[in-house]
């Protein structure tokens, strides 16, 4: 709406300058000066009230004792000594201010109320001129969408995001993938021994959506004889977001389960306690597999199987690493989408054909039958969070190394986090104090993820959370962190001691609230605590101060 809009910082303060110009001589042949009438000077203040109140609309994370807004009406070509009053003149731009220019060359900034000795822009200043200057000018600036709504650069990340994923995973192009990767969908089933497939890569990389292209095409092109059951499972406990997802699927008229993988072993009549590890409660996954993929073939006889398990954790798992002998019979293909996160902490890991001591290695399946896709670009997070969650990854010891870069243009806004030591009481208020960052997303699908080892009083108040506004929550979707592996959500809000995985199941937002609750062992907070302070230094998340309001202190007493 203005014509000129000067922001600058001054020690913790955005200062914002806003100026428009009016010529009541609209022709330079004019040979007589033309005075402003009230109407143009009554719309001048109009366009200035828009343009102020359209600034403040895109900073309303800034605090306002941290804004110093002054505006201007411009009239360079008409004197105006005895147009205005005294009080108005500070705020008008006349012909005698522009000879005045001429001669003094800090005039104009005496006028604009710009101080000659300016105080060093602060840290927080610095980052206040940043997110305005992106707000107004970046890829989601609202100045390029035509969008005058204070959720609509939200809205448009949204929509960029949807339409990146769109085109990426486009049916025909596959532009997410490789020449190589593209090649495998063109000849899947076109040769006898490729049944088989293994799918690693980083979080977002689009595994289970190769996956399940595969399985369409081994339905497209398949020409045997017998009728086809298709088994898609996950790795996971209970009833998971990802086997939601998998129900949503629309297949061939074939025969279709979606079961957990803990009901696969008690329908195949496994004594499962002979595959665990050793003083572990997790499986021996190579070998288990090797004998679910021979029960299925022996129950099923008649039938051709397809195999898909997700969503495997073998990082962490001793014994779950060595997949080298794997070999399913000819009657079923069998799809496995590996985790890059691990169980444990501070060990590189990595895909390999042979192991290497300065790291933990992924050893897969060395038969002909197998195809091993690696797949690098990641286009289901923001930019943002892709630093974040990799930066993390790799500082604690966590995340699969491998040649992975981003595919997606959606810049998406930092990382925020609050940490709340061991206080349960500070769970609301930390969650009370995020909510500003989300307050104004329209249509925006979000989620609050939490550690399943939090005590049953910190799950109440985070229940309690998940109420509907009437009943005095916040009417947010709240599950435990296992139950959403492998889904995704526009906005994700974490509170534990910290979770990789859940972390990197945000798309555009990611809010996170550390929480160690009197934990005897705090190997995991200690090491968030350690990550993510390294990643405020390197300015991927900003972290907030808890700010405790009076009402709150007194209901706390």
Not at 205 to 226: C, F, H, P, W
Not at 256 to 269: A, F, M, Q, R, W
Not at 307 to 321: A, K, R, S, V, Y
Request: aromatic share 8%.
């Amino acid at each position: 709406e203005n014509d000129f809009i000067l922001l600058y910082v001054e020690g913790n303060n955005l200062c914002i300058r806003f100026v428009e110009v009016k010529r009541p001589n609209t022709t330079p042949w004019a040979k007589q000066e033309k005075k402003p009438g009230e109407k143009m000077t009554k719309y001048c203040l109009i366009q200035l009230e828009k343009g102020v109140k359209f600034m403040l609309s895109l900073i309303p994370d800034i605090p306002s004792s941290n804004i110093d807004i002054k505006a201007f009406s411009a009239f360079p070509e008409t004197s105006c000594a005895d147009l205005f009053c005294q009080a108005c003149q500070p705020s008008i731009i006349s012909k005698e201010d522009v000879e005045q220019m001429k001669l003094d060359s800090t005039y104009l900034r005496k006028k604009l109320s710009i101080s000659q000795d300016i105080e060093l822009p602060s840290s927080s200043g610095l980052d206040f001129l940043l997110a305005a200057i992106s707000r107004l000018a970046g890829k989601a600036s609202l100045l390029h969408t035509g969008y005058r709504d204070l959720s609509d650069a939200f809205t448009q990340e949204k929509q960029t995001m949807r339409q990146s994923i769109e085109r990426l995973e486009n049916k025909k192009t596959f532009w997410y993938l490789n020449a190589e990767q593209r090649d495998l969908l063109l000849n899947v089933n076109k040769s006898s021994l490729l049944r088989n497939f293994c799918f690693v890569g980083g979080s977002g990389t689009g595994k289970t959506q190769m996956a399940l292209q595969v399985i369409r095409k081994l339905l497209d092109n398949y020409e045997g004889q017998k009728p086809i059951k298709l088994i898609m499972s996950s790795v996971q406990f209970g009833y998971p977001e990802l086997r939601k997802y998998f129900e949503k699927q629309k297949f061939k008229d074939i025969e279709i389960e979606i079961v957990s993988l803990g009901t696969i072993v008690t329908n195949l009549h496994i004594v499962k306690e002979e595959y665990y590890v050793p003083g572990r409660r997790m499986y021996r996954m190579p070998v288990l597999i090797d004998e679910i993929c021979k029960r299925f073939e022996d129950r099923h006889k008649e039938k051709h199987i397809i195999f898909f398990l997700d969503e495997i954790l073998t990082f962490g798992n001793p014994e779950g690493l060595d997949w080298r002998n794997l070999k399913p019979g000819p009657s079923i293909n069998l799809l496995l989408a590996f985790s890059p996160v691990s169980l444990e902490k501070g060990t590189k890991l990595i895909v390999s054909k042979d192991p290497e001591e300065a790291a933990e290695c992924l050893l897969l399946p060395t038969d002909a039958s197998f195809h091993v896709q690696e797949l690098c670009l990641r286009y289901r997070n923001s930019r943002s969070i892709q630093k974040l969650t990799s930066s993390l990854g790799h500082n604690i010891g966590k995340y699969l190394t491998s040649d992975e870069e981003p595919a997606t243009c959606v810049d998406g806004e930092k990382p925020v986090w609050i940490d709340i030591a061991e206080d349960e009481a500070n769970i609301k208020p930390a969650l009370e104090q995020l909510k500003k960052y989300i307050e104004n997303d329209k249509r925006s699908e979000m989620v609050l993820l939490y550690d399943r080892f939090i005590s049953d009083a910190s799950k109440e108040i985070l229940n309690d959370i998940g109420k509907p506004r009437t009943q005095g929550g916040f009417g947010w979707k709240v599950m435990e962190e296992r139950l959403f592996h492998g889904h995704e959500c526009d906005t994700v809000i974490y509170v534990g001691s910290g979770h990789l995985e859940a972390f990197t199941r945000a798309k555009l937002k990611l809010l996170i609230v550390t929480f160690s609750e009197k934990l005897e062992d705090k190997q995991w907070y200690n090491a968030y605590q350690s990550a993510l302070s390294s990643a405020v230094q390197e300015k991927l998340i900003k972290k907030e101060v808890l700010v405790i309001k009076q009402e709150v202190l007194a209901a706390t007493e």
